[in-house]
């Protein structure tokens, strides 16, 4: 998302000027999103290049665009990852952030892709509660298709980093090892590289020019 703003120029009454008063400038508009665009995730472990196609999943695209073009990601830690299942990100690294961003959630839509090895999805906690969470699929999780996960992206370089990603912390609290979901969301990176320090995480998302 490109930053807008407003240049108005006006002349005001009296000020003893007497050029006519300028129009107001419109604000440059946003980027539309394209039907196809890449996204390179530079990680502590190495870069990973994801293709998105907008005919995969149209609204989950535009979400993860808005987000890229944010800089949403930028420091978020790869905070749930199960080894040989799926590596998941999105809790923003600035708890304010991530309040802000949860409460902005978006409609479901048909699985048309499969949640194949290399693929990414947006987490959800039911039926249309989608808003920033991700995940990228370390294996064949098909099963997931019928559990309502619309993959909108695929790894195109750099799967082998993804695979990489540290996993022994495991699944999330109560059931692992890993952080409390709620507490990361709650308290950001600060919680996040306090207890669970070997996270890896993303340096910065951007669009692949």
């Known amino acids: 998302m490109t930053r807008n703003s407003w240049i ?8 003893g000027s007497t050029e006519p008063a300028k129009k107001a400038e419109a604000p440059p508009k ?12 530079e990680t502590n472990k190495g870069d990973i290049v994801l293709e998105v196609r907008k005919e995969w999943a149209p609204r989950a695209a535009a979400r993860f665009y808005e987000l890229v073009t944010a800089g ?5 830690r790869f905070h749930r990852v199960i080894r040989n299942y799926f590596a998941q990100f999105g809790i923003h690294r600035d708890p304010k952030m991530s309040q802000l961003w949860r409460e902005l959630r978006f409609p479901d839509e048909p699985v048309k892709m499969s949640n194949k090895k290399g693929w990414m999805s947006f987490a959800q906690l039911g039926p249309n509660t989608r808003n920033v969470q991700a995940f990228l699929n370390l294996k064949d999780n098909t099963d997931l298709d019928k559990q309502g996960f619309p993959p909108f992206a695929q790894v195109v370089e750099g799967m082998d980093v993804a695979e990489r990603l540290y ?11 890993g952080p409390d979901g709620v507490k990361a969301e709650l308290q950001g990176n600060a919680y996040l590289e306090a207890q669970f320090p070997r996270l890896d995480y993303i340096v910065k998302a951007s669009l692949v020019r």
């Open 8 to 15: 108005l120029c006006a002349l005001l009454a009296g000020c």
């Open 167 to 177: 996993s022994s912390y495991g699944e999330l609290q109560p059931k692992g090892g």
């Open 72 to 76: 949403y990601y930028d420091g978020s």
């Open 30 to 41: 946003a980027e539309p999103m394209p039907a196809v665009y890449r996204v390179k995730l």
